[in-house]
C-alpha cells in the first residue's frame, strides 16, 4: 500500500556533496517518522538520520555536522543532504517511514529499494 522510491545516489569524490530523496506514495494518511539508513559490503545496516512527523531529527555519530535530514510533508518526500563525504561513507542508502495509512488500515513500516553512494578518495 505504500512505495518509497530513493533517487539522488552516484559516485562522488572525497570532500564533495550529494542529496538523496526518498518519495513515499500510497495509501498515506500521516507519516510518523522517514530515515535513512545505509548498509556496506559485508557490514550490517545501520541508521543513519530520522526524523519525526513533528520534525525532531536524529544521526548517526559518524555523520553528525556533515549530514542532513529534512522534509517536504506537502510531497511525502525526505532527504538527506550529504556532505564533506569520505570513502567510508560508500554503502547503498536505504529510505525507511512509519506511514500511518488510510481507510483504518493501521501502520506500516516500509522500506526503499536503495540507492548506492560511492565515495572514491
Known amino acids: 500500500q505504500v512505495q518509497l522510491v530513493e533517487s539522488g545516489g552516484g559516485l562522488v569524490q572525497a570532500g564533495g556533496s550529494l542529496r538523496l530523496s526518498c518519495a513515499a506514495s500510497g495509501s498515506i494518511f500521516k507519516i510518523d517518522a522517514m530515515a535513512w539508513y545505509r548498509q556496506a559490503p559485508g557490514k550490517q545496516r545501520e541508521l543513519v538520520a530520522a526524523i519525526t512527523g513533528a520534525g525532531s531529527t536524529n544521526y548517526a555519530d559518524s555523520v553528525k555536522g556533515r549530514f542532513t535530514i529534512s522534509t517536504d510533508n506537502a510531497k511525502n518526500t525526505v532527504y538527506l543532504q550529504m556532505n564533506s563525504l569520505k570513502p567510508d561513507d560508500t554503502a547503498v542508502y536505504y529510505c525507511?517511514?512509519?506511514?500511518?495509512?488510510?481507510?483504518?488500515?493501521?501502520?506500516?513500516?516500509?522500506w526503499g529499494q536503495g540507492t548506492q553512494v560511492t565515495v572514491s578518495s
Open positions: 525507511n517511514a512509519d506511514i500511518l495509512l488510510r481507510y483504518g488500515l493501521g501502520l506500516s513500516n516500509s
